[in-house]
């Protein structure tokens, strides 16, 4: 058996965790991070690419910001396209904010770097991770890693261990609700090694589904369409997934260029909140404490709000003032809420539910009557590009 002690100790090494443990250490906070998938693993997830300009600032102010400054592509604004037509909304120009294109595995990578280099305690591939006295003054780390037997004494335990992880789970069921809901739809997702046909992400209503073209740099396209709940990667050939996209995003006078599909997959949509993110010494950050759908690409950025909040209540903690860790939870989930009002909307603006006949046509226009008010009011735009761009209240 293998004793331990660290200040915090942290569960799940995905962007939240490693985040925190980078932003703790900057401040002179020992943490341990505990992961059970290995490191290749870990480095090859693909998931969303969009940081609001507070993430952006956030990173750079703690020194992960090099490479995200040459690689990351800065965006002023977004297409919204409905009914053959795009319209453009200007983030800059309405608010003089932006957004920057970088994959989050960029960042995992740039996390990874850092941490190695200043040779950071994370244990990947670990096993049978458990959490223990999570409500006592002195909560507790157990895993195997390399047939040995870990114990980490703790202050704090965070689980930064996303939807399917033990963390969550350790509050007792009659301490936590869970407020969750579905989408009667699928996003199917590509990589194509192809450079992008457009500047800017195009978000795109059409009577088959929402559409949507991104992109992670010069020579890599990432594009996203609607299909159903239950539908299956491997009935979808490439070439009937071009198909499908040339249709919903074209637009007279432009045209999508293809090639080679380097990585394609299916995932459901949900919006989940658990009611509380503290319990005792835990605290929840990231996908562990909530999701969003992908539409907006909030999901990241949201956990970047909390490793700060949970970051500075920490650091707070160890100069003698509690007040910002007794918040941490009230403070997450209200921003939290803003976040998941603002992905359900561009969500249900965007997609297609043709769940109940009688009410498909009804729904879909009403969709298109609102992205109509939308391109033609500046105090809507504002609105979006406010709320997009991640503007901090
Ligand atoms: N023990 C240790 N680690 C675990 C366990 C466990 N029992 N269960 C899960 N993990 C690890 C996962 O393998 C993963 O590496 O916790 C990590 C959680 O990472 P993410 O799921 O990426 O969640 P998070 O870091 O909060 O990132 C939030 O990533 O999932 C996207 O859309 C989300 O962009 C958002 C961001
Ligand atoms: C992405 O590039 O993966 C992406 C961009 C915007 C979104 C969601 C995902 O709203």
């Given at each position: 058996?293998f004793?331990e002690?660290t200040?915090v100790a942290i569960i799940g090494a995905g962007?939240s965790g490693l985040?925190l443990a980078?932003?703790?250490?900057?401040?002179?906070?020992?943490a341990i991070v505990v992961e059970n998938r290995s490191l290749?693993?870990v480095?090859?997830?693909?998931?969303?690419?969009?940081?609001?300009?507070?993430?952006?600032?956030?990173?750079?102010?703690?020194?992960?910001?090099?490479?995200?400054?040459?690689?990351?592509?800065?965006?002023?604004?977004?297409?919204?396209?409905?009914?053959?037509?795009?319209?453009?909304?200007?983030?800059?120009?309405?608010?003089?904010?932006?957004?920057?294109?970088?994959?989050?595995?960029?960042?995992?990578?740039?996390?990874?770097?850092?941490?190695?280099?200043?040779?950071s305690t994370i244990y990947y591939a670990a096993q049978n991770v458990a959490v223990h006295?999570?409500?006592?003054?002195?909560p507790l780390v157990t895993f195997e890693h390399e047939?040995e037997s870990h114990r980490v004494s703790a202050?704090?335990v965070v689980g930064a261990d996303g939807?399917?992880g033990i963390c969550?789970?350790?509050?007792?069921?009659?301490?936590?609700?869970?407020?969750?809901?579905?989408?009667?739809?699928?996003?199917?997702?590509?990589?194509?090694?192809?450079?992008?046909?457009?500047?800017?992400?195009?978000?795109?209503?059409?009577?088959?589904?929402?559409?949507?073209?991104?992109?992670?740099?010069?020579?890599?396209?990432?594009?996203?369409?609607?299909?159903?709940?239950?539908?299956?990667?491997?009935?979808?050939?490439?070439?009937?997934?071009?198909?499908?996209?040339?249709?919903?995003?074209?637009?007279?006078?432009?045209?999508?260029?293809?090639?080679?599909?380097?990585?394609?997959?299916?995932?459901?949509?949900?919006?989940?909140?658990?009611?509380?993110?503290?319990?005792?010494?835990?605290?929840?950050?990231?996908?562990?404490?909530?999701?969003?759908?992908?539409?907006?690409?909030?999901?990241?950025?949201?956990?970047?709000?909390?490793?700060?909040?949970?970051?500075?209540?920490?650091?707070?903690?160890?100069?003698?003032?509690?007040?910002?860790?007794?918040?941490?939870?009230?403070?997450?989930?209200?921003?939290?809420?803003?976040?998941?009002?603002?992905?359900?909307?561009?969500?249900?603006?965007?997609?297609?539910?043709?769940?109940?006949?009688?009410?498909?046509?009804?729904?879909?226009?009403?969709?298109?009557?609102?992205?109509?008010?939308?391109?033609?009011?500046?105090?809507?735009?504002?609105?979006?590009?406010?709320?997009?761009?991640?503007?901090?209240?």
């Amino acid at each position: 058996m293998f004793h331990e002690r660290t200040r915090v100790a942290i569960i799940g090494a995905g962007p939240s965790g490693l985040l925190l443990a980078w932003a703790l250490r900057e401040s002179g906070i020992d943490a341990i991070v505990v992961e059970n998938r290995s490191l290749e693993y870990v480095l090859a997830r693909i998931r969303a690419g969009v940081l609001e300009q507070g993430s952006v600032e956030t990173l750079t102010r703690l020194g992960l910001g090099a490479r995200l400054a040459t690689e990351g592509l800065r965006h002023d604004g977004i297409y919204l396209q409905w009914g053959g037509e795009r319209h453009r909304i200007d983030f800059a120009g309405l608010i003089d904010r932006t957004v920057t294109i970088y994959g989050q595995q960029e960042i995992v990578k740039d996390l990874v770097t850092a941490h190695s280099s200043v040779g950071s305690t994370i244990y990947y591939a670990a096993q049978n991770v458990a959490v223990h006295d999570v409500d006592s003054r002195a909560p507790l780390v157990t895993f195997e890693h390399e047939g040995e037997s870990h114990r980490v004494s703790a202050d704090f335990v965070v689980g930064a261990d996303g939807f399917h992880g033990i963390c969550r789970p350790a509050i007792p069921a009659d301490e936590l609700v869970v407020h969750e809901r579905t989408y009667p739809y699928s996003w199917l997702g590509i990589l194509a090694d192809v450079a992008p046909s457009t500047d800017e992400l195009i978000y795109a209503l059409h009577e088959d589904g929402f559409a949507m073209h991104s992109m992670r740099s010069a020579r890599v396209s990432r594009l996203y369409l609607q299909v159903g709940p239950t539908e299956k990667i491997e009935d979808w050939s490439d070439e009937n997934i071009w198909q499908a996209l040339q249709e919903r995003l074209g637009v007279p006078g432009w045209s999508l260029a293809e090639g080679p599909i380097t990585e394609k997959s299916i995932t459901p949509m949900r919006s989940f909140v658990a009611s509380r993110l503290d319990y005792g010494n835990l605290f929840l950050v990231g996908d562990a404490g909530h999701i969003v759908p992908p539409t907006g690409a909030k999901g990241l950025n949201s956990a970047i709000t909390d490793v700060t909040l949970l970051a500075a209540g920490i650091i707070d903690h160890y100069s003698g003032d509690d007040t910002k860790l007794a918040g941490y939870g009230a403070a997450a989930l209200a921003n939290q809420w803003r976040v998941q009002q603002f992905s359900m909307w561009m969500t249900e603006l965007l997609h297609r539910d043709r769940t109940d006949p009688r009410t498909a046509d009804f729904d879909y226009r009403s969709q298109v009557g609102r992205l109509d008010y939308v391109s033609h009011s500046v105090h809507a735009q504002r609105s979006l590009a406010e709320q997009y761009t991640g503007t901090r209240f």
